[in-house]
């Protein structure tokens, strides 16, 4: 069983893979893309719904590309069962992706998204620290409202303090130094 | 809580919906594995479970994996169930684990003596743990195995006859599976012992054309459930009279209205069926 398992998982990550006789069924590489699309497609909605900022920014056609080409290295895999767990390593990733080097903020975007992830699946008590060399505030106004004027990168730094009250994730930019202090008591406790 | 017949799976964009207008179904199902961290969908839910009698469904156990049950993943299940008390806990004849990594999807079995036991015995080890009996469903599939000896079918009922899980019954699985693997869904449905089945699940699902004209069906959950599906709902339901049936519907979901509404019809075919 452990050699068919591994066989069939070898076969649904290569899609020229020619060993298909453990298929009885005709139509077998069908059959079989039938398995690789469900996979692709729960992967690239679990990553859409954990980053929306990213397919706002690169648009669906693009992110979604992204997402196929993350999900086709089978290290970036989920490895637990529940996808809420998986995402960690997406915001990383952006920076390798060499068509995305014009968009160095993209991680930063990500990050923060990651971290609202996080807040949300985490009981209340935590609370999450980021910052960003990007004005990451105008960004997310931006992407929340793409009438306002375009964002100056130079225009600064960002410091935010992610937490959740009740069923709402909630944001609070702060100053470098309340970042700082905040970041400090954390540490301390 | 007393638990009647239809139930409805419930998703994320309708919890605001049955927590502030509530609903005619009389009860609801819900993905264990949305549910593991102690975050806000879990507190959600809490409400929900307050008010309605509530099923764990679970995708993500892998009771068919050859390396065993995720030892980790049960510990989280076990303490979701604690918290819930689920009148039903249910989970797939499937696997999608292998080493350390998870596909989300649920891959078929070859069903012989070797994978038999190996689904029993990470069945036996879920239910020790859990201290609760599995519902096991039926899988929707696309391939069948060139070792296969057992029918898909009868496969499902050893599994339950050796650990006594129960079988969730998906009507729509069956159409899709006997579709694409030219089973008959009639006896598919007959040859099952009527004691065994403890829940039925119904769902929408598509169709695929392949080059040659021939087609395949895909278990989608993005439409309503097809006359083909209703009609073998019928079929089964007097078999299998009084069993708590649900309906899922996970793509392209509709306002809660139109899915209460398709879910109700199922109370129809409740009320006439006649057991034989």
């Known amino acids: 069983m452990q050699t068919l398992q591994c066989q069939f998982e070898k076969s649904l990550l290569d899609s020229q893979a020619n060993d298909l006789a453990f298929i009885a069924s005709n139509h077998k590489r069908e059959r079989l893309n039938i398995y690789r699309q469900t996979v692709m497609d729960h992967c690239r909605a679990a990553l859409a719904q954990t980053f929306p900022g990213i397919w706002a920014l690169l648009g669906k056609e693009c992110a979604d590309n992204v997402a196929r080409l993350f999900c086709q290295e089978k290290e970036n895999l989920p490895t637990t069962g529940c996808l809420e767990d998986w995402g960690s390593t997406f915001p990383q990733y952006l920076t390798q992706i060499k068509a995305l080097t014009a968009l160095p903020y993209l991680q930063d975007v990500a990050l923060y998204e990651w971290y609202k992830q996080l807040s949300y699946t985490a009981p209340e008590t935590e609370v999450f620290l980021l910052q960003s060399n990007f004005p990451l505030q105008a960004i997310i106004q931006l992407i929340d409202n793409p009438s306002l004027p375009e964002v100056n990168l130079n225009q600064g730094k960002a410091w935010a303090l992610i937490v959740r009250d009740n069923y709402q994730v909630i944001t609070h930019w702060l100053s470098e130094q309340q970042w700082y202090q905040i970041r400090a008591i954390a540490h301390a406790g | ?276």
């Open chain 2, 1 to 276: 809580m007393e638990v009647n017949l239809i139930g409805l799976g419930l998703r994320h964009p309708h919890y605001q919906h049955v927590l502030e207008q509530g609903s005619s179904v009389d009860w609801f199902e819900v993905h264990s594995e949305n549910f593991m961290h102690h975050g806000a969908a879990r507190r959600l839910l809490m409400t929900v479970r307050d008010k309605y009698p509530l099923s764990l469904h679970g995708v993500g156990l892998s009771l068919g994996s050859a390396d065993g049950v995720d030892k980790e993943h049960l510990c989280r299940l076990k303490e979701l169930v604690c918290q819930l008390e689920p009148f039903l806990l249910s989970e797939h004849l499937s696997w999608s684990k292998i080493n350390q990594t998870y596909y989300p999807d649920l891959f078929p079995l070859p069903y012989h003596a070797q994978s038999l036991q190996i689904v029993c015995d990470n069945i036996d080890l879920a239910q020790d743990y859990l201290n609760r009996t599995l519902l096991i469903e039926n899988p929707s599939s696309y391939i069948e195995y060139t070792d296969s000896i057992y029918r898909e079918v009868d496969f499902l009922i050893h599994v339950a006859q050796r650990t006594g899980a129960k079988i969730l019954l998906d009507i729509n699985n069956v159409v899709v599976s006997c579709h694409n693997h030219h089973w008959d869904p009639k006896a598919y449905i007959l040859a099952i012992p009527s004691h065994l089945v403890a829940e039925i699940h119904l769902a929408g699902h598509s169709i695929k054309t392949l080059e040659d004209g021939t087609s395949l069906r895909i278990d989608s959950h993005d439409a309503p459930v097809c006359a083909e599906v209703w009609d073998l709902y019928a079929f089964a339901l007097q078999r299998f009279h009084g069993c708590p049936t649900l309906l899922e519907w996970d793509q392209n979901i509709p306002e809660f209205t139109d899915l209460e509404q398709e879910a109700m019809k199922a109370t129809r075919y409740a009320n006439i069926a006649m057991p034989i």
